[in-house]
């Protein structure tokens, strides 16, 4: 009969159990472990309790068969978990999910093509592209706009750039499309940011950004984001783009991009592969990244219930 386990504080063990699945799951299905999360990674985010918290779940059978690794947001969306699922070929889903249920009324889980989770009451959602850029890579010039101005640096963010870089990943958080999935907006400030920062540091991650301001008024009009994971140092994650509204139309949106990689270039030359999710309904982010180089590498679906 199968057991599943809720990880709070995880054992190194347990751990690296679970990234072996992931990796021979994802080698089978993708034909990469470029897509999991690493045990070293695993261990420094689990236990934050302020705005978000990671849980593991495992559901042995008798033995390991499948995991969600879990998000639980804190301060906002505290009905909504949003989990990474993997299973083996033929295990029951049905454990996993109901304890999943068993945390919050509205679930959302990710996981590659090829799982139909109709039968335990969940609805597919979303379809996620993930793209890859090859590097070194020839990108397109991107000379910011005339009255605009560009700001990038690697690691925390500076104090002066703090509450712009709030608003921009709290407006982030509605302006992103989420398809059929349930999500309400997100409240960002420094405090937020810093803890986000610390989580990053025990994890082993750190960031490259890149901010877009207009020089007139002095607005925070757009950012881009890297997440580089120092155990992979081959890899590095192209995470949230945004370009406010009223400033769209002027090519902020690939500038900022291809400041961040110039960045990336200089700090971190070791970098040989970006990825990049989107929702595949979402064309204008994805014709940016096509003429950036990025190719399809992957598809993921979001399955909710709730």
């Known amino acids: 009969m199968a057991t599943v386990r809720i990880h709070e504080q995880l054992d ?3 751990a690296a159990a679970v990234v072996e699945l992931w990796e021979r799951l994802d080698t089978a299905s993708l034909g990469t472990v470029d897509f999991i999360t690493t045990a070293q990674e695993m261990l420094g985010y ?9 849980l593991l779940l495992t559901c042995v059978d008798p033995e390991l068969t499948a995991f969600a690794w879990a998000t639980l947001p804190l301060s906002d969306n505290t009905a909504l978990l949003e ?4 299973l083996m070929s033929g295990a029951d889903p049905g454990p996993l999910l109901h304890a999943l249920l068993s945390l919050r009324p509205t679930v959302a889980v990710w996981l590659p093509p090829g799982h139909d989770l109709s039968g ?3 609805c597919l959602v979303q379809v996620e592209i993930a793209s890859a850029l090859r590097l070194p890579a020839t990108v ?3 000379p910011p706009a005339e009255g605009y101005v560009i700001h990038s640096w690697r690691g925390p963010v500076p104090e002066h750039h703090l509450s712009c870089v709030a608003g921009m990943k709290e407006a982030m958080s509605t302006d992103m499309p989420w398809g059929g999935q349930t999500h309400d907006r997100e409240v960002w400030d420094g405090a937020r940011i810093r803890e986000t920062e610390e989580v990053d540091r025990r994890a082993g991650v750190e960031t490259l950004w890149s901010l877009a301001r207009h020089t007139g008024s002095g607005t925070c009009v757009g950012f881009t984001q890297l997440s580089c994971p120092a155990g992979r140092p081959a890899i590095a994650f192209q995470e949230d783009t945004l370009v406010a509204g009223g400033h769209r139309g002027h090519g902020l949106g690939m500038t900022l991009k291809v400041a961040n990689l110039a960045q ?6 070791r970098v040989r592969t970006i990825y990049t999710w989107n929702a595949e309904e979402n064309s204008h ?6 003429r950036m180089g990025f190719v399809p590498a992957a598809r993921f679906e979001c399955w909710q219930a709730g």
Request: hydrophobic content about 30%; aromatic content about 2%; proline content about 9%.
């Open 12 to 14: 190194p063990g347990t």
């Open 46 to 54: 689990t236990g934050t309790t302020s705005t978000r918290q990671q």
């Open 83 to 86: 989990a990474e699922m993997r």
């Open 120 to 122: 335990h009451g969940f």
């Open 140 to 142: 397109p010039e991107a």
């Open 264 to 269: 990336l270039a200089r700090q971190l030359p």
């Open 285 to 290: 982010m994805l014709a940016i990244n096509r």
